[in-house]
């Protein structure tokens, strides 16, 4: 009976140690679920990743451009604060584009484009791996330019059987992207964005065909002979590449333009601004004047304004030399313009710069100064003028104050023998005086007065 008693006792222990086997492993499947969420994000976000959206799978993204990788968990489904969220793997990291990471979140740049891919591996409290991954396609960034008509052109029939040729370049469209084009064209340039005339295939060019002055501006300019009229239509190519699953990007061209002939003549016209570079509310007297290769003058034509633009009319010709120069402020120039003219066309020439390149200069008003009175130098300038602000005086090393009444630079001194005096200014094109200086010297039978010699370089040191 003791032996069975003892049997019974084993039995009803190990049917006891057998129950809390069972019980454990019960409470490790009662254990939270963990589950691991990517999410792409623009560098500039913080916080907790899930308040900005949905787990990213596949992400488009632009070469260069800076994003976060960002792991973000749950428990049985429900998001964890960032914060909390270690506490319940082991590790976790992140290969991208062959590359291994243990941070999170991750600051990233693509600096190819290319499809890639974002692999999470998490290990959690089980030592069970948790592995997700993202599809990247890095987007080569999308540009569209005009090659022709070339921005200006102006010999385009304005008769009802007229055509235009429009041709772009399209680069940038990726292996899993799509594209399509839209033309624009318009009278008014303001409007073009709202003015698309069609839906092309981004590989071909377009033909604009018919009539580009309109049924009433034809009848209009066929009752109004004496006026040489000319129209410019205004236009534009806008891009859309594009994926199946809508990822979208897009890029326009810049503005561009082409006119008719003008109507009623045969004359070539001649467009022409110029504007002054650093003119200081100054009067101008602005002079044209328009040579043909032979050198006979064809036009000449003057202006008080700035900015202006002349308008020429000539021959249609070769070689026609355009000049400009001001008649009363010789320090401002120009380079000279050579081009070729068109029967019925307008010739749109570059702006013309009027620019003064030339030192304003500083000369000594007297060479004897009586004691009381100031010393005064000329400031001259034939230009953009002298700049009131930039005008310095030093004797020694001492600055001076100083007074200026155009042209005049007025100011007192205490040193009488053996001191240096230099009157720099600049000009309002910003072009310094020459580096000189002046030196006082006893006077010469003159007690009463203050000597100077000078000018001497400074960069020379000649006397």
């Not at 410019?232 to 994926?243: L, N, P, R, S």
């Amino acid at each position: 009976m003791k032996r069975l008693a003892s049997v019974i006792s084993m039995l009803a222990a190990m049917t006891a140690l057998l129950a809390c086997g069972d019980s454990h492993l019960v409470e490790e499947s009662d254990q939270p679920t963990l589950g691991q969420y990517i999410f792409v994000l623009p560098d500039r976000y913080s916080g907790q990743p899930y308040k900005y959206g949905s787990p990213s799978t596949t992400v488009y993204l632009d070469t260069n451009q800076s994003i976060k990788f960002w792991a973000s968990y749950t428990l049985d489904g429900r998001y964890i604060p960032s914060d909390s969220a270690e506490n319940h793997f082991l590790n976790h990291s992140w290969t991208i584009d062959g590359e291994y990471y243990n941070i999170s979140p991750l600051r990233f740049k693509f600096s190819t484009p290319g499809y890639k891919q974002g692999i999470l591996e998490t290990i959690d409290l089980l030592n069970d791996t948790l592995r997700d991954t993202v599809n990247i396609y890095v987007n080569t960034p999308v540009s569209v330019g005009i090659i022709a008509p070339v921005n200006g052109y102006n010999r385009v029939n304005p008769g009802p059987n007229s055509s235009v040729e429009l041709r772009w370049t399209l680069t940038g469209v990726d292996p899993w992207e799509e594209s399509t084009c839209y033309v624009y064209a318009t009278y008014d340039k303001d409007y073009l964005w709202k003015s698309s005339i069609g839906k092309v295939d981004c590989n071909e060019g377009a033909t604009l065909n018919g009539n580009f002055l309109g049924d009433s501006l034809t009848r209009y300019i066929m009752q109004h002979p004496e006026r040489d009229t000319s129209v410019t239509i205004y236009w534009g190519v806008k891009a859309i590449t594009f994926t199946e699953d809508g990822f979208e990007e897009s890029d326009s061209t810049d503005i561009s333009s082409f006119s008719t002939l003008f109507m009623h003549t045969d004359s070539a016209t001649i467009s022409i601004p110029v504007v002054y570079d650093y003119l200081r509310n100054s009067k101008v007297y602005t002079r044209l004047v328009v040579t043909s290769s032979a050198g006979d003058t064809l036009d000449i034509q003057d202006a008080k304004v700035s900015p202006t633009t002349f308008i020429s009319r000539v021959a249609a010709q070769t070689g026609v030399n355009i000049h400009v120069y001001d008649v009363s402020k010789k320090e401002y120039e120009s380079e000279g313009v050579t081009v070729n003219t068109y029967s019925g066309a307008m010739t749109q020439v570059d702006t013309i710069h009027m620019q003064d390149h030339v030192q304003p200069q500083v000369a000594l008003l007297s060479s004897a100064i009586p004691f009381n009175d100031s010393i005064a130098f000329y400031a001259l300038d034939d230009g953009s003028g002298i700049n009131p602000n930039r005008i310095h005086v030093t004797v020694d090393s001492d600055t001076v104050e100083f007074n200026y009444e155009e042209p005049f630079i007025k100011f007192r001194s205490k040193c009488i023998v053996g001191c240096s005096i230099r009157v720099s200014v600049e000009d309002n094109a910003r072009n310094m005086s020459p580096k000189v200086f002046w030196e006082t010297k006893p006077s010469q039978g003159f007690l009463d007065s203050l000597f100077i010699n000078g000018p001497y370089s400074e960069l020379s040191g000649e006397k």
